[in-house]
């Protein structure tokens, strides 16, 4: 009984300071809001803030969503990840990767999840290795250690690449990923090749001046240009709240635009919502981004269906979840704004 009433009193607390926090910045506003109830919207993130969210922060600070009738929390996603709790409906919106997403799709108990918005047009990930140990191709890997996130797909991934490039994935030594920094998990020979998103990971490796090679899994095959990272929606959300979803998607578009012609200001945005962030690093992958945004789409978050189903059949025919991932579903590009 006491910690409930311990439980009740802390939450009144929250309640109150919240309450508190939200006059005061209500009486800092220019009013152009002034007696509107804003739509609350929670975006929970994939990991910790990086550049694949700058655009969230821009929308954010600068004014976008509020202008759109919308309160937008950015929060960092539980054990349960972004997917989940987006389905759950605890998040109306959050981060996630096609690949990542493949067996919450398949299924009587599939989750009620829709990627909204492609965050960025092609796949940047690929395999890093130290320079001149021969991984500069897949086949390379033949006889060296890979972290492994132990994922179907993942290693469904890396061993079609390898055999296609003639290699022989029997000989890749998998050991159990630890990794949280690559460059130091490279420099300690801890690891000889890891799976990364070049526009973090591999611009941290030249900043750092350590000498790799790498090759991105979409240039070996166009099977492998899928959509990672994607905006997801929870289904009901964008069922009930239609014209909502579409405000926070026209708000998100901006966020997301004014990245790609700024890419100094963003990366300050970002620092500024993240000031853990290596301001050093974060200027560099807005700079490396800030063309792979949008690329040649006609508008930022346009998701192509050939590619997505192209990406689904391929896991299908290969085996690499329960049950079929159904094509022609869970992606949709109308609530992004009509341009």
């Known amino acids: 009984m006491k910690k409930r009433v311990t439980a009740f009193l802390l939450t009144i607390l929250m309640i109150l300071s919240l309450a508190a926090c939200s006059n005061e910045e209500g009486n800092q506003k220019d009013g152009s809001n002034e007696g509107k109830d804003l ?29 759109a009738g919308l309160d937008v929390e950015i929060v960092q996603p539980p054990e349960d990840g972004a997917v989940v709790l987006t389905a759950s409906g605890r998040a109306q919106f959050g981060v996630s990767f096609q690949d990542s997403m493949a067996a919450a799709l398949c299924g009587e108990d599939a989750l009620p999840v829709t990627a909204v918005a492609a965050i960025i047009q092609h796949n940047t990930s690929g395999i890093i290795s130290r320079k001149g140990e021969g991984m500069d191709r897949p086949k390379g890997m033949e006889g060296h250690t ?44 801890s690891v000889d090749s890891i799976w990364v998103f070049y526009a973090w990971a591999g611009v941290k490796t030249e900043l750092e001046e350590l000498p790799t090679d790498y090759f991105a899994f979409a240039d070996i095959d166009p099977v492998f240009d899928y959509y990672t990272p994607v905006l997801i929606a929870n289904n009901r959300y964008l069922e009930e709240k239609t014209e909502m979803a579409k405000a926070f998607l026209a708000a998100v578009t901006k966020g997301y635009e004014d990245a790609i012609a700024d890419p100094t200001e963003a990366a300050q945005i970002l620092c500024k919502a993240a000031p853990e962030l290596d301001p050093e690093l974060v200027l560099a992958s807005q700079e490396y981004l800030k063309d792979k945004y949008q690329a040649e789409a006609s508008q930022w978050g346009l998701i192509d269906a050939d590619r997505w189903n192209g ?29």
């Open 39 to 67: 739509e609350k919207i929670t975006v929970v993130l994939d990991w910790t803030p990086n550049t694949n969210h700058t655009g969230l922060y821009v929308a954010q600070e600068k004014g976008y969503f509020e202008e």
């Open 146 to 189: 890979y972290a492994t996130w132990n994922g179907a797909i993942e290693l469904g991934t890396v061993q079609e690449v390898m055999e296609t490039d003639g290699g022989d994935y029997s000989r890749l030594e998998l050991i159990p990923s630890t990794v949280t920094d690559e460059v130091s998990a490279l420099k300690t020979n």
């Open 311 to 339: 990406f689904y059949e391929w896991v299908n025919e290969k085996g690499l979840t329960e049950e079929p991932v159904p094509l022609d579903t869970a992606f949709t590009n109308d609530y992004l704004p009509v341009k």
